[in-house]
């Protein structure tokens, strides 16, 4: 073949290549406005391939602290375990209390009958996290609030979440 062949034979395949893939254009094409405000529903932070994702249930009951950790102590429903979510929080974590300040420091504290010092790093990322979370929706803190966590074999020194 000659040089010229092979030389036209190029500029043909870039001019199909380039001719167009069958997309046709069309007008600008609009979406509803972006949401904006406060975020409605009760914050979980699960786990999605072990890194912590911010999930947002239906608020079907108060979204305090406490309510937040029974629910994130029960762990993720049918359809988000289908989605891959899943927790390393123990289910026998529940029943929680929260406490605020009570050192004066204005750390939260959550008490809980469990374990604390065995839970994993990612279970209690998950904790610190919906606790820091659901405070800042109610009023009580900011998102970057130090938790600590106690438990039946002692404490986890207060830190804040690590995605605030």
């Given amino acids: 073949m000659t040089r010229r062949a092979l030389l036209a ?3 043909l395949l870039t001019l199909l290549a380039t001719g167009g893939c069958g997309v046709r254009p069309s007008e600008v094409i609009t979406g509803r406005p972006a949401v904006s405000g406060p975020s409605r529903g009760i914050g979980l932070y699960l786990l999605a391939e072990g890194e912590l994702v911010l999930v947002l249930r239906p608020a079907s009951a108060d979204a305090s602290p406490a309510n937040a950790l029974a629910l994130l102590a029960a762990g993720p ?3 988000e375990r289908g989605q891959g979510l899943t927790s390393e929080v123990p289910a026998g974590l529940d ?3 929260l406490t605020s300040g009570a050192n004066g420091s204005g750390d939260l504290t959550v008490r809980t009958t469990g ?3 065995s839970l994993s790093s990612r279970a209690a990322d998950q904790i610190i996290c919906t606790v ?3 405070a800042a929706q109610v009023g009580l803190a900011g998102n970057s609030t130090p938790v600590a966590i ?3 074999d002692g404490a986890r020194p207060a830190r ?3 995605l605030s």
């Fill in 150 to 152: 106690v438990g039946s």
């Fill in 132 to 134: 820091a979370y659901a």
């Fill in 160 to 162: 804040p979440c690590p």
């Fill in 9 to 11: 034979g190029g500029v």
């Fill in 77 to 79: 429903l049918g359809y």
């Fill in 115 to 117: 374990a604390a010092r």
């Fill in 95 to 97: 029943p929680v209390t």
